[in-house]
């Protein structure tokens, strides 16, 4: 079945600088979703992107697709403390009705 | 709204004992999910509903058993557990179009000893 795989496993940041996370797929993908799960929460619903070579923008947070559709990245700039957790990414398997999730990247930043 | 919720949020058992997660969404979604986090391991997929009265088998089914005999509704069944079914526990919905987003519950928190 599909699978993405997901890098770094954790990462651990300085407050205010950048951290990237990445997810890589051996196959096209139609969309890719990415979601946040802070400490002790439940994982919640970020963006999803669709086009080919798309990049997104949410504040301090930017999300691309790649030209090729294969991978994504979630870029974080001048991070806070407010972004620490998980965050995964997240394509579909077979329909649209299931999702593969990737095994996430816990961020810690150090205040 | 309530969104997605799960009962109970903690519960320990014993080896062998059976118990029943219940999972409601109140935002009318034909499609629902039961995922099973574990450190390292993402969420990894039990079981899963297309619609009212249908479920389908994920990655990680094994002794597990699901039912939707209300749309808004989906329990999560464990019939004799083991202590590899110790895990937090999430349950999802989404809407059945193109490319949904999946909704979920705060998560409950098994331990099997």
């Known amino acids: 079945g599909q699978q993405v795989m997901q890098i770094p496993q954790y990462q651990h940041v300085q407050e205010g600088e950048d951290f990237t996370t990445y997810c890589n797929s051996s196959?096209?993908?139609?969309?890719i979703q990415w979601y946040k799960q802070r400490p002790g929460g439940h994982p919640v619903f970020l963006i999803q992107?669709?086009?080919?070579?798309e990049v997104k923008k949410q504040k301090r947070l930017t999300f691309q697709f790649g030209e090729a559709k294969k991978n994504s990245s979630l870029h974080i700039t001048a991070t806070q403390t407010t972004d620490v957790g998980t965050y995964f990414c997240?394509?579909?398997?077979?329909?649209?009705?299931?999702?593969?999730f990737g095994k996430g990247t816990k961020l810690t930043v150090n205040p | 709204n309530a969104g997605v919720t799960q009962t109970p949020k903690f519960r320990v058992l014993k080896t062998g004992q059976s118990m029943t997660l219940l999972c409601a969404q109140d935002?009318?979604?034909?499609?629902m999910y039961w995922y099973r986090q574990d450190p390292g391991m993402g969420l990894r997929l039990i079981h899963y509903?297309?619609?009212?009265?249908?479920?389908a088998k994920g990655e990680v089914p094994d002794g597990y058993n699901v039912s939707r005999l209300k749309k808004q509704n989906f329990l999560l069944g464990l019939e004799s557990a083991a202590p590899s079914q110790t895990s937090v526990y999430f349950c999802?919905?989404?809407?059945?179009?193109?490319?949904?987003?999946?909704?979920f519950g705060p998560g409950t928190r098994l331990t099997v000893l």
């Open positions: 999802a919905s989404g809407a059945a179009v193109s490319y949904n987003e999946q909704f």
């Open positions: 196959t096209t993908l139609s969309n």
């Open positions: 992107l669709v086009k080919s070579g």
């Open positions: 997240a394509v579909p398997q077979g329909g649209s009705e299931k999702l593969v």
């Open positions: 935002m009318n979604h034909e499609y």
């Open positions: 509903s297309v619609g009212e009265g249908t479920t």
